[in-house]
């Protein structure tokens, strides 16, 4: 275990020069809240943690277009998924039964998204990924299928794998989100930190198995190794994350025993997975130019651009973890415009 009693210090002073004040605000609430969360042992405080993290209800009346509802997809592990539809600002208030309606759509994308939190945080009804949802409805014209996945330590790999695997097989089975012009449910994957990372194991089970996804988007994807690569020495404590949170989540999350290059955290390194001539579905990797495992997330594209896969790099130079939360700087436009352009592509 490779611990400093130096790196869990963080100088704060570069982040406020960069990020813009909200951001800032917010994701050092984050970081304090964190730190509390997390114990030395490995445990995790999940009582104090569900009491901090601002939870939403579901909408069945239409706010700002969307509306939204809770559906237990897996009653053997109580697994949730948060389903956003758009609609007019005057349609009626639906019932239960509605929400199961065909949408009607010539070509409906349906975004499957996993939220962040590196295996242990937040969750489908935290207030900052239902608002991201909706954006991204009212954003790509989709249906977001937000999975509440089981979260480290309690609950450690492959569990979340699982979870999206079952979510996946869920959506691609509901005749309700087919399009018109195909007869076919048109899946995307996305996630951000951790959900990136799982959006790359869940497209992988789907190429093996035959379902068809048609894009994988990752923000900002939660990937690492043993190697200390560049990024993480000069980055480390500097934009809200050491090296030590980082360690510590990977621990939580992988099975005991093992390393940072075991598969789920370094799918291109000494135990990965080729993907050469497999049918892997095209990927959008968003890259913040200020986020220390930021060389681990370029590894992945590469890693993808030489196994012949289709592959579109955004690197944005000053953005850090977050920067899609809040409508308050130029990157969050931009990955907006391109996740529209990327699901909008096949429409």
Same mark, same amino acid.
């Not at 995790?44 to 993290?53: G, I, Q, T």
């Not at 990024?231 to 510590?248: M, N």
């Not at 200020?290 to 030489?306: F, I, R, S, T």
């Given at each position: 275990m490779?611990?400093?009693?130096e790196?869990?210090?963080?100088d704060l002073t570069d982040s406020?020069?960069?990020?813009p004040?909200?951001t ?5 609430n984050?970081?304090?809240s964190?730190?509390l969360l997390?114990?030395p042992?490995?445990t995790f405080n ?11 209800a ?5 706010v700002?277009?969307?509306l939204s ?9 109580s697994?949730?998924?948060r389903i956003?539809?758009?609609a007019?600002a ?6 239960i039964?509605?929400?199961h309606?065909p949408?009607?759509v010539?070509?409906l994308?349906?975004i499957i ?6 295996f242990?945080h937040s ?6 990924y239902d608002? +991201?949802?909706r954006r ?5 014209k989709a ?5 509440n996945?089981r979260?480290a330590p309690e609950?450690r790999f492959p569990?979340a ?8 097989k869920w959506?691609?089975?509901r005749?309700w989100l087919?399009s018109t012009?195909?007869?076919?449910v ?17 497209a992988?089970?789907a190429?093996?198995s ?10 900002n ?5 043993l190697?200390r690569?560049?990024s993480?020495e =000069?980055?480390d404590g500097?934009y809200?994350?050491?090296i ?6 990977? =621990?939580a999350?992988l099975?005991?025993?093992?390393d =940072?290059?075991?598969?789920a ?5 000494p135990?990965g997975?080729s ?14 130019g200020l ?9 992945y594209?590469k890693?993808?651009?030489k ?7 955004l690197? +944005?130079?000053?953005?850090t973890?977050g920067?899609?939360?809040l409508?308050n ?8 415009n391109e ?6 592509s096949?429409?």
């Amino acid at each position: 275990m490779e611990d400093n009693n130096e790196v869990n210090e963080v100088d704060l002073t570069d982040s406020k020069m960069v990020v813009p004040l909200n951001t800032w605000v917010l994701i050092s609430n984050f970081k304090l809240s964190y730190n509390l969360l997390r114990r030395p042992d490995g445990t995790f405080n999940r009582h104090l943690a569900e009491f901090l993290d601002r939870k939403v209800a579901p909408n069945a009346n239409p706010v700002d277009g969307v509306l939204s509802f809770d559906v237990i997809i897996d009653k053997g592990t109580s697994l949730l998924t948060r389903i956003y539809q758009p609609a007019s600002a005057d349609a009626p208030q639906l019932n239960i039964l509605d929400f199961h309606k065909p949408v009607g759509v010539e070509v409906l994308p349906v975004i499957i998204f996993f939220h962040g939190g590196s295996f242990a945080h937040s969750s489908a009804n935290s207030g900052i990924y239902d608002i +991201l949802c909706r954006r991204l409805v009212g954003n790509c014209k989709a249906v977001v299928v937000s999975v509440n996945y089981r979260r480290a330590p309690e609950n450690r790999f492959p569990c979340a794998y699982d979870d999206g695997w079952t979510a996946l097989k869920w959506v691609n089975s509901r005749s309700w989100l087919k399009s018109t012009k195909d007869s076919k449910v048109h899946i995307y994957l996305a996630g951000d930190s951790s959900g990136g990372n799982i959006v790359h194991n869940v497209a992988l089970r789907a190429a093996e198995s035959g379902i068809e996804v048609l894009g994988n988007i990752l923000l900002n994807p939660m990937f690492g190794g043993l190697e200390r690569t560049e990024s993480e020495e =000069r980055l480390d404590g500097k934009y809200f994350v050491t090296i030590q949170d980082r360690d510590w989540y990977w =621990r939580a999350f992988l099975p005991e025993g093992e390393d =940072r290059d075991h598969p789920a955290c370094n799918p291109f390194g000494p135990r990965g997975i080729s993907l050469k001539d497999v049918k892997f579905p095209k990927s959008l990797v968003v890259v913040a130019g200020l986020d220390l495992v930021q060389d681990w997330q370029l590894a992945y594209a590469k890693g993808l651009e030489k196994a012949g896969q289709d592959v579109k790099l955004l690197f +944005l130079d000053k953005a850090t973890i977050g920067f899609y939360l809040l409508p308050n700087n130029d990157h969050f436009y931009t990955v907006m415009n391109e996740i529209s352009s990327f699901v909008r592509s096949d429409c």
